[in-house]
């Protein structure tokens, strides 16, 4: 069991940073990330898991009629999704991370809810119209929403907190077309931090939404049967 958490704390901790490439402007993983990012790895072991099991969630998106996408072809599937997110995020705040076939788009709480609130911004909807037409466009992808506050106050609050802002962001995507059977939730309160929570500074950064994009494959069809 140790093991298992210094393993996925390690690799958690390397999902949680981010640099920015000097060239391109693009944001990539790092290999470098705070104390924050750890606490949360050792905390959070397992959220790189796909939320509610992959088996459970392909059975779901195959049932609706979405197809696989093929093991050669994953990379330049996710190259042209990233590609497409980046341009509809420029300069809204939101941060578009690249980790191996999958998206990670890491959106501050600050720009996406009012403060203490589960209602999605007004001055916001727009830029999660353009997330979600690309999501739509590109269906052979599970959708994985994720709420993550920072260390005030209780547990209970944050967690429900947490849970709330991540239901709210999937049903507005869910209300743009992008079908349900893709999306799954899942509040994790205080418990996964990216940054230090002494700071606020580093609080603002452990206020977020996230959602993950990862590719639907052919071996996971395969897996369930199908």
């Known amino acids: 069991m140790r093991n298992k958490v210094l393993i996925a704390a390690a690799a958690a901790t390397t999902l949680a940073a981010c ?21 949360g790895a050792v905390v959070g072991a397992g959220l790189g898991d796909l939320i509610g099991g992959r088996n459970s969630r392909t059975e ?15 990379g330049a599937y996710m190259d042209r999704q990233e590609q497409e997110m980046r341009r509809e995020t420029e300069g809204t705040g ?37 997330i979600a037409s690309t999501l739509n466009a590109y269906e052979s992808t599970y959708i994985d929403v994720m709420g993550h506050t920072d260390s005030t106050g209780s547990d209970a609050y944050n967690q429900t907190l947490s849970e709330r802002r991540a239901q709210a962001v999937a049903n507005y995507l869910t209300a743009q077309g992008v079908n349900r059977a893709r ?29 993950r994009v990862t590719p639907v494959t052919q071996n996971d069809v395969n897996a369930v049967g199908y």
């Open 19 to 39: 640099t920015t490439d000097a060239m391109t402007g693009q944001k990539r993983v790092s290999t470098e990330a705070g104390l924050g990012a750890v606490l």
């Open 60 to 74: 779901s998106i195959v049932g609706a009629g979405i197809g696989a996408v093929a093991g050669g072809a994953i």
């Open 94 to 130: 939101v941060d578009v991370i690249r980790q191996g076939d999958n998206l990670l788009l890491r959106m501050p709480s600050g720009i996406t809810f009012a403060f203490d609130s589960y209602a999605v911004q007004p001055e916001f909807q727009g830029t999660l119209n353009e």
């Open 183 to 211: 999306i799954a939730t899942q509040g994790y309160g205080e418990s996964s931090p990216i940054a230090d929570n002494s700071t606020e500074a580093g609080r603002q950064q452990n206020r977020r939404v996230e959602i």
